[in-house]
């Protein structure tokens, strides 16, 4: 009997905990999911009840979206910068952090804990600064070459985010550096091969799962920003998710719904389908370094 | 070409970019903020002001700065307590109750994570609409329409709102990394202590918590972080700081001193007051839940 | 459009654009004639009205005045193109900008007494006519704050387009239930208790940015320009006088008949969500200004829906009654290089040519008559001085900025407070004083 009702009472623990669960899970699918079924409604049936279904595919919105809101030239724009963004910080983080993880030199102290430092900087203090330190750029070489090209730039727009990114990803990469055995990297370089040779050749293959989570975490974050973009790029080259905020409080234009759930949908979208390709790696990701910003 | 000189050649070129980047986009940024401070600047004309601390004396007496920094500290507190509380108890038992669709349950939970915050705005003003907005709807279904609220419009659940979007969009995050710390702990701990006759609760309190302890110290002080800037990044794209400044937070608040109110210095001045204030709540946290380590 | 507001704050970044948007009209690569030529350099914002306009009055401008070759600066964010070439010495000869853009350009400008005195110009003949320019002109519109900023009787601003604000509603529908329009606010709340037997609210709103136009209209009808001039000044005690009192406690009551999820929606991403409540016949008067009818012309609406615009009621039966009107400005840097053709070229934008080609794109400039020629609901909206309204025109005096003061936040966002019951009357009222009593000492 009474190991009886203690199953029962496990059961109803269990059950308990599948609700809160599922509550939970529901919560997060619906909204998602509603904002896609939103984006084939027509403009009209926004003014009914939110749970109705859609009339029909109405995909006129994403044609919408990409033309006459532009989204296609932003997605274009936000590719680009995301792209040049992580090759940048690849390229500059990687070997910066392979240098801390492994040497000690004169300064390497101060350095890494600079880069620790940074790991406290909020983007959004610095971002005004940031900003009028490029538009005195700018005047500055107005005044001796007539033109500046440091606002309204998308490259400088990336140069910037790969900078702000530099703190967390050198963290990361020079934990994991720190974790790999020695011993390959001196047998390389016993053997006659540069420092140079060894680091490119032995040691960043020997880092790639890190890489990988480098890449990841910073796609995302890259691709999701809007701050520094909207603060730097203030003419038309703007990238989706500053596209999408014009958009949500587009002005004189008319009230336009389906569009812009469609750039919403546009906006979510390459960064739903990483996920669900790469689940997995992000979630291990995680844990190597524990934390981002 | 000697070894040493080829190594420091080698050191050299490998650091020096990532310190030129770093110099030039954050810390140089950061001293101007620290240095602009203490002027009185509209932010584009040539004539800045030195004030000394004048701009801090301000601070103290402009009642818009106290709410918004009220409104920071609620939505901290708030948020931090709520998605912590849930993180840990949810990855506890999808971790330790061995729960069937595990997987399927994290891979869902982790999405909000993903999510632009520009789009997370834009899907919370769907749900907050009070007209036809998701969860007002949804209690007019149960016919719970005693529910139904102005989530945005009622300045006294407004910021709660927002923490909600907050919640909401934290919470897979760290308990996927909570979850990763439980799972390291070995399962022998927990059979020992079954055997001594311990139920989950003690389990809990005595294995799973204590062990993972280090980990909830770390991932609180950038929860913190994380929450004043994002609580910014929201609120930005989604109120505005309104109605009437009912959800302005420090940063939104610094925003629209420096921009709209031409003073520039004085934004500045917020921002360091915000730079300290996270730090001192940063050491006080570590202070707060420093314990001995378990070790396993 | 001074509600076009751009992005959430953000937007109030000063930025350059690498190419400013120039279209040349004249060629260069004439005879030897062009070193006599003087080129004018006009600037101007190029706003819901398009950049057409501005390139055909420039090519008539060149076509009257042979001696004068334009460079045309237009662009959507004007003062990111031309405030770095300003800073670099580069002075445009003339600017269309407004006041009350989010950049601030040209109250910087009135704060650091950089623009030239223009009185003279509207003393001159209109350029190719034999008319004054000032004879032209609606009156009064020369003689406020918006173009007269040190209030010295010196104009440094001429008015350009013009655009009438007043309260929006549903023609049709108050045709469809034989309500009148109130001409007094006794009405208007007889007409609310009316609306609310029939679950429609009095009074919505779409942000409370929208109460600029509206405040300032009441208190015109509350205590005429005198002191609306002492209160657009910070005269010390005058939002606490009997006449802004009778303002603030018109608000108050307008505050309880508004619709009830106005408050959740006013802000910049939702509120469209506000206008479509006049639309659907939820509420029955909105402030806002012409350009709605564009904003909302796709949405859905009542069967029949018209548009409507009143100025609001009169304070007492016969009191005035006041339509507030926005205009964008033109005027002349202190520092351009070529002032005199710039003023020439000031006259002419009166003309009657130069008049119809802004008039073909929507943009009113104040001339005497100009309604008659206007079709649709824009003549009823520009006919609305016509039917007895009077225009307020201007707004705060120029001051320095004071660290976490703001006029806007205390007089038009604590509206929110009012209306969702969080701050009393009184409690708005003093913040508006004591906010006045912080920016008199920082007046220019």
């Known amino acids: 009997m009474k190991k009886q009702t203690g199953m029962n009472a496990e059961k109803v623990y269990r059950l308990f905990i599948y609700v809160a669960l599922i509550t939970l899970s529901v919560s997060i699918i619906v909204p998602v999911a509603w904002v896609f079924l939103a984006s084939v409604k027509q403009n009209k049936e926004f003014y009914g009840s939110p749970w109705a279904v859609p009339e029909g595919f109405y995909f006129q919105n994403f044609i919408d979206a990409f033309q006459k809101a532009n989204m296609g030239t932003y997605m274009l724009n936000s590719m680009m910068v995301t792209a040049l963004a992580l090759l940048i910080l690849l390229v500059v983080a990687l070997p910066a952090a392979y240098v801390l993880a492994r040497y000690t030199f004169r300064g390497s102290k101060l350095m890494n804990s600079l880069f620790k430092a940074g790991l406290f900087i909020n983007v959004n203090y610095i971002v005004v600064p940031i900003f009028l330190m490029l538009l005195g750029g700018d005047t500055f070489l107005q005044d001796q070459f007539g033109g500046g090209f440091l606002l309204d730039n998308l490259f400088v727009l990336a140069v910037v985010y790969a900078a702000t990114a530099l703190p967390f990803t050198v963290y990361l990469l020079s934990s994991y550096f720190q974790t790999l055995p020695s011993t390959y990297e001196e047998a390389a370089l016993v053997d006659g091969a540069g420092y140079f040779k060894t680091m490119i050749r032995i040691m960043i293959p020997m880092a790639r799962p890190s890489i990988v989570a480098v890449i990841l975490f910073n796609f995302l974050a890259f691709w999701n920003e809007y701050i520094i973009a909207l603060t730097l790029i203030p003419g038309p080259n703007k990238t989706l998710p500053v596209g999408l905020m014009n958009l949500m409080a587009a002005q004189k234009s008319a009230a336009n719904y389906g569009q812009m759930y469609a750039g919403m949908v546009l906006v979510m979208l390459p960064t739903l389908i990483l996920y669900i390709i790469v689940q997995k790696k992000l979630t291990q990701g995680m844990t190597l370094g524990g934390l981002k910003d | 070409m000697s070894k040493t000189l080829e190594k420091r050649i080698f050191i050299f070129v490998c650091t020096v970019p990532a310190l030129i980047l770093l110099a030039i986009f954050m810390i140089v940024p950061t001293v101007e903020v620290f240095r602009m401070s203490l002027y009185k600047w509209g932010g584009f004309s040539n004539n800045k002001v030195f004030v000394g601390l004048d701009n801090f004396k301000i601070l103290w007496g402009d009642i818009n700065f106290i709410r918004s920094l009220q409104n920071s500290i609620v939505l901290i507190v708030f948020v931090t307590l709520i998605t912590m509380v849930l993180a840990i108890l949810f990855a506890t038992l999808l971790t330790r109750e061995k729960m069937k669709g595990n997987g399927f349950f994290r891979i869902i939970f982790y999405i909000p994570n993903i999510l632009s915050i520009v789009v997370i705005a834009g899907i919370f003003s769907a749900v907050y609409d009070p007209a036809t907005g998701l969860l007002n709807n949804l209690f007019a279904l149960f016919n719970l329409d005693h529910l139904q609220k102005m989530w945005l419009g009622d300045q006294k659940i407004a910021i709660y709102s927002i923490g909600g979007a907050l919640i909401w969009q934290a919470i897979g995050y760290y308990m996927v990394m909570y979850m990763a710390s439980i799972a390291n702990i070995p399962e022998s701990f927990y059979e020992a202590s079954a055997l001594e006759g311990a139920g989950r609760i003690r389990q809990f309190f005595s294995i799973t918590l204590p062990l993972i302890w280090n980990n909830i110290r770390t991932t609180l002080t950038f929860f913190i972080i994380s929450t004043i800037n994002l609580s910014f990044l929201l609120v930005q794209a989604m109120t505005g700081g309104g109605p009437d400044g009912a959800t302005e937070v420090f940063l939104s608040y610094m925003y629209k001193q420096a921009y709209t109110n031409s003073s520039y210095g004085y934004g500045m001045a917020i921002g360091v007051v915000i730079f300290l204030f996270s730090f001192a709540l940063s050491a006080i946290i570590s202070r707060i839940t420093n314990r001995d380590v378990l070790e396993y | ?444």
């Open chain 3, 1 to 444: 459009m001074k509600k076009k507001v751009l992005l959430a704050g953000m937007s109030a970044l000063l930025s350059l654009s690498l190419i400013a948007c120039q279209s040349n009209s004249a060629s260069n690569t004439e005879d030897g004639k062009d070193s006599k030529k003087q080129t004018l350099h006009v600037a101007a914002l190029e706003s819901a009205y398009g950049k057409d306009m501005w390139t055909k009055v420039i090519d008539a401008y060149e076509e009257a005045n042979p001696n004068v070759n334009v460079k045309l600066t237009a662009d959507k964010n004007l003062e990111e193109v031309i405030s770095p070439n300003m800073k670099a010495g580069n002075y445009p000869d003339v600017v269309l900008l407004a006041t009350g853009r989010k950049l601030a350009l040209t109250e910087t400008l009135i704060k650091d007494k950089a623009l030239e005195d223009i009185t003279d110009v509207f003393n001159k003949n209109v350029y190719g006519e034999d008319v004054k320019v000032k004879d032209k002109l609606v009156p009064g519109f020369t003689d406020t704050l918006a173009t007269n900023p040190y209030n010295d009787g010196k104009t440094y601003m001429a008015p350009m387009f013009y655009s009438p604000t007043g309260l929006f509603y549903n023609a049709a529908l108050l045709k469809e239930k034989g309500w009148e329009v109130p001409k007094t606010w006794d009405e208007m709340w007889a007409l609310g208790d009316k609306a609310k037997a029939e679950g429609i609210s009095l009074f919505t709103y779409p942000t409370t940015g929208y109460f600029d136009a509206f405040l300032y209209s009441l208190l015109l009808e509350a205590g005429g320009s005198d002191f609306y001039n002492k209160a657009m000044t910070y005269k010390d005690g005058i939002w606490e006088s009997k006449e802004a009192t009778k303002a603030f406690d018109i608000v108050g009551k307008l505050a309880k008949y508004t619709e009830p999820t106005t408050v959740a929606n006013a802000n910049d991403k939702d509120y469209k969500k506000n206008q479509q409540l006049i639309l659907d016949n939820k509420a029955l008067f909105m402030p806002n200004g012409t350009w709605v009818v564009g904003e909302m012309k796709d949405a859905p609406r009542a069967d029949g829906f018209e548009w409507g615009m009143t100025a609001l009621p009169a304070i007492e039966d016969s009191g005035d009654r006041y339509a507030f009107t926005f205009f964008e400005q033109m005027w002349i840097p202190a520092q351009a290089k070529n002032k005199d053709a710039a003023k020439d070229f000031l006259t002419f934008v009166y003309s009657d040519k130069a008049a119809a080609i802004f008039a073909e794109a929507d943009a009113i400039q104040p001339i005497e008559g100009i309604s008659k020629n206007l079709s649709g609901d824009n003549q009823l909206f520009y006919s609305i001085y016509d039917n007895g309204a009077k225009a307020g025109m201007g707004g705060f005096a120029a001051t320095e900025s004071v660290e976490g003061v703001s006029m806007a936040d205390a007089l038009f966002r604590t509206i929110d407070s009012i209306v969702s019951g969080d701050k009393t009357v009184k409690e708005w009222q003093d913040a508006v004083e004591k906010a006045s009593d912080k920016l008199r000492a920082a007046l220019k």
